[in-house]
Nanobody
Framework: QVQLVESGGGLVQAGGSLRLSCAAS????????MGWFRQTLGKEREFVAT????????YYADSVKGRFTISRDNAKNTVYLQMNSLKPEDTAVYYC?????????????????WGQGTQVTVSS
């Protein structure tokens, strides 16, 4: 079991940066593959990025490659999403998620635990 709480969302101008954090409870954080998803009103929740248990492998949606970086600190039970060169189309609620297996990493249905989400709004 793991509980997830996102933070770091807010309002930023296009071209700016934000760093999202996801704090996880429990002592088994390193057992979970972690991911970030985002969702806009009227759209399906979409994959943003994921990081493996050790933090050595990462995967990104094409829409954020080169701009976003996912990382984790297992000692702090925290996963991060550094977002640079933000665009208005990045505006969404961003969710942190966890699962115990990497397969299907880009599908929200494959994740077992979810945070409440944090709003990111990018102005033009």
């Amino acid at each position: 079991q793991v509980q997830l709480v996102e933070s770091g969302g807010g309002l930023v101008q296009a071209g700016g940066s934000l760093r999202l954090s996801c704090a996880a409870s429990g002592r088994s954080f390193s057992s979970y593959v972690m991911g970030w998803f985002r969702q806009t009103l009227g759209k399906e929740r979409e994959f943003v990025a994921t990081v493996t248990r050790s933090g050595t492998s990462t995967y990104y949606a094409d829409s954020v490659k080169g701009r976003f970086t996912i990382s984790r600190d297992n000692a702090k039970n925290t996963v991060y999403l550094q977002m640079n060169s933000l665009k208005p189309e990045d505006t969404a609620v961003y969710y942190c998620a966890a699962r115990d297996y990497l397969g299907g990493y880009d599908s929200p249905t494959r994740y077992d635990y979810w945070g409440q989400g944090t709003q990111v709004t990018v102005s033009s």
